[in-house]
């Protein structure tokens, strides 16, 4: 029977939120911003074991807190990397000799706090079934290609329903999760700028699942985030709403 392992990334300095500590660390209402993501890991009855990718430095901070919060399912914190690409791998390899081939790992960002149940639950079964799976959601909004001679105008635009916004939980198999890090590294494909372990996919030719998203799983990078991630603890659903 294969396990499902988390591998959390929180190994960001945060330099955009514009504080003095990672904004993972930030306290939300007395408690940091990553354990409101870990609890999230924690509470779900299919997540058997969870690795946090952690800015260096700040890993007794976050075993202390774990401890506070009765994150038991926290098993292994590695160092994170320059890049969320190069901090993803750190976790992968970590993992070598730990884990099964066959297992579903499961990657989520930390400053991702807002992470559904039900999200969770078909990443994981998507991952299952096919292999991999990443977290999708709809575009609502008309998307215009800027001009090359004028970016000032636009003369074409892509259909919304070709396209979708991916993010994470995303979720694959141990073994080809491990492979393909090993093989980009190697090739250097599909590991600098922005990339991601769904990019990199991508580029190295495998092909992916969607799995469910919800708006609600908002990355907190700037400090309007953060309030938005506050206006959400805080208010009531509205009873009226079917």
């Not at 706090?113 to 969770?120: A, E, G, R």
């Not at 700037?222 to 208010?235: I, N, R």
Request: glycine share 8%; aromatic share 10%; net charge negative.
């Amino acid at each position: 029977m294969h396990k499902n392992i988390a591998i959390i990334i929180a190994g960001g300095s945060g330099s955009r939120m514009g504080q003095n500590i990672p904004k993972q660390f930030i306290n939300v209402y007395d408690k940091p911003v990553l354990i409101y993501t870990l609890e999230g890991f924690q509470r779900h009855p299919m997540i058997d074991s969870i690795e946090v990718v952690c800015i260096e430095g700040w890993e007794k901070v976050l075993q202390a807190y774990a401890n506070q919060f009765n994150i038991s399912k926290l098993q292994w914190i590695t160092v994170g990397g320059d890049s969320a690409q190069e901090s993803i791998r750190n976790g992968v390899y970590n993992l070598e000799g730990k884990v099964n081939d066959d297992d579903i790992i499961i990657i989520h960002d930390g400053i991702r706090p807002m992470i559904d149940d039900s999200v969770l639950t078909d990443v994981i079964e998507k991952a299952e079934k096919y292999g991999n799976a990443v977290t999708s959601m709809p575009y609502n909004e008309q998307i215009f290609v800027v001009d090359k001679d004028d970016e000032n105008t636009t003369t074409q635009f892509i259909p919304r329903e070709t396209i979708r916004r991916v993010s994470t939980p995303q979720a694959y198999r141990y073994n080809l999760l491990n492979t393909k890090y090993h093989e980009a590294y190697t090739k250097n494909i599909g590991i600098h700028g922005s990339h991601y372990a769904n990019t990199m996919m991508v580029e190295l030719g495998v092909k992916l699942y969607f799995a469910k998203g919800s708006d609600k799983n908002i990355k907190l990078t700037t400090k309007d985030d953060l309030e938005l991630f506050k206006g959400y603890m805080t208010k009531e659903e509205d009873k009226w709403l079917k």
